[in-house]
């Protein structure tokens, strides 16, 4: 789809309500500007937020470069026999804490599509497709998926790109992968994850039934974000039966999303348990933490934060783990989560 006609979509779902930046209703840092009018034939569009340094150091880790390539070292490598065989070489990195289930990594970009960071060794049956927010350079997420698969348990972590900065459904993109992944026969569940807007294509692209040929492979995290109104039905009904678990990490200090539709959208999903069985909250987390982008455009401020980046998206992961869509890692302290 052309941008001016996801921005012209986008212009139609913002004129219906108000709502959390990049999602039907609102705009942000992460959103679009300036309400409908600034969407006027795909007009208005400012660029994207650019990710910060570290973001595109977390991507300079390539799997085929050194000596040591992706899979080559077994799952039952030790940690020392480990860092004995990458010590020198690219995937050799800095700042790991142990134990963890592995604690390397390495990145395959596929051009224009999708960006994967593998867990070095391969470890777990668990892959994380996600989406990042609008009008942000989908690699300002690079270190929260190098994260997942350092150490939350995570085999392998997709980076769906986002062309200008406005995520796509990218359905046939998520086909693809589930595919590739499933012909490997080590990976048995998927987290489809997104940031703000992204929380939106996420659902969307969980909705497609054929993505899953066993119900409930497939579960949903929203992160700073929800789902279109629109789609509330067919995700409630989904929860209902079975077939999908979804999740809400939001953050206390976020100024860009809509506190009422984030309540009604975790009223509609909790089910018998209710919004606290399905949601937790970051404290000193803000709206852009959960990338590491610089701001350059945001309609409204956003919340001052009390953690830093990194410590927001580990703390994000740990709250995916502790409502059950992450395995998790061993030796983790612990955020500290409110439940809502």
Not at 93 to 104: G, R
Not at 115 to 142: K, M, R
């Amino acid at each position: 789809m052309a941008l001016a006609a996801l921005a012209a979509a986008l212009a139609a779902a913002l004129a219906a309500g108000g709502g959390a930046a990049g999602q039907p209703g609102g705009a942000g840092a992460g959103g679009p500007p300036g309400g409908a009018a600034g969407f006027a034939g795909g007009a208005g569009l400012p660029p994207a937020n650019p990710p910060l340094p570290d973001a595109l150091a977390a991507l300079r880790v390539l799997c085929e470069a050194g000596p040591v390539a992706a899979g080559e070292l077994g799952g039952d490598t030790g940690v020392e026999e480990l860092e004995t065989a990458l010590e020198g070489s690219p995937l050799e990195l800095a700042n790991v804490t142990v134990p963890a289930p592995h604690t390397h990594y390495c990145v395959e970009r596929e051009g224009g599509n999708w960006t994967s960071f593998l867990a070095q060794p391969p470890a777990g049956n668990t892959s994380l497709v996600f989406w990042g927010g609008g009008l942000v350079e989908s690699d300002a997420y690079a270190p929260l998926m190098r994260a997942a698969v350092q150490g939350f348990g995570v085999r392998v972590a997709h980076l769906l790109d986002s062309p200008g900065g406005v995520p796509e459904p990218a359905v046939e993109a998520a086909r693809t992968l589930i595919e590739r992944d499933r012909a490997g026969g080590e990976i048995r569940q998927w987290v489809f994850a997104g940031h703000s807007m992204g929380s939106v294509m996420a659902a969307k692209a969980a909705l497609s039934g054929d993505l899953g040929t066993v119900p409930g492979e497939v579960s949903l995290a929203f992160l700073g974000g929800y789902p279109a109104p629109d789609d509330l039905p067919a995700l409630t009904s989904a929860v209902d039966d079975g077939n999908l678990t979804v999740a809400f990490v939001s953050a206390s200090e976020d100024g860009i999303i809509n506190g009422t539709n984030l309540a009604a959208a975790e009223a509609a999903l909790g089910g018998e348990g209710g919004a606290v069985s399905i949601s937790l909250e970051i404290p000193g987390g803000n709206h852009a933490g959960f990338g590491s982008y610089k701001v350059n455009f945001e309609l409204r401020p956003d919340g001052q934060a009390a953690l830093l980046p990194e410590e927001q998206q580990d703390a994000a992961l740990e709250a995916l783990a502790v409502l059950g869509l992450l395995p998790g890692r061993p030796g983790m302290a612990g955020a500290d989560f409110t439940g809502r």
